[in-house]
């Protein structure tokens, strides 16, 4: 099994940043990309960033140019930078592992809230 365990995340005001980091541990070996999700009030969840195993990022449209993700191999970290925070991306962010052999064995953060106030 991977356990994710994340840090960072609060209040911000519009414009501001914030930097998430999530620590991976047990079955590192078996993880593929490690990324985050966010789920907003009364929406569906979201896939924000990852990074797959050979340090490919993926993007979210409504996050280009103002977010970067980074995973650090030798520590089994990945973290995400978010600048220019707006409004709408106000949620709880989760940090997610895609664990092989297959989905049903990923593996998901507790969770953290940040919120951008206007």
């Known amino acids: 099994q991977v356990q994710l365990v994340e840090s960072g995340g609060g209040l911000v005001q519009v414009g501001g940043s914030l930097r998430l980091s999530c620590a991976a541990s047990?079955?590192?070996?078996?993880?593929?990309?490690l990324g985050w999700y966010r789920q907003a009030p009364g929406k569906e969840r979201e896939m924000v960033a990852r990074?797959?195993?050979?340090?490919?990022?993926q993007y979210a449209d409504s996050i280009k140019g103002r977010f970067t993700v980074s995973r650090d191999f030798a520590k089994n970290t990945v973290s995400l930078q978010m600048n220019s925070l707006k409004p709408e991306d106000t949620g709880v962010y989760y940090c997610?592992?895609?664990?092989?052999?297959?989905?049903?064995?990923?593996?998901w953060g507790q969770g953290t809230q940040v919120t951008v106030a206007s």
């Open positions: 997610h592992a895609d664990v092989l052999p297959g989905p049903e064995y990923d593996a």
């Open positions: 047990g079955e590192i070996f078996s993880i593929d990309a």
């Open positions: 990074v797959s195993a050979v340090n490919n990022r």
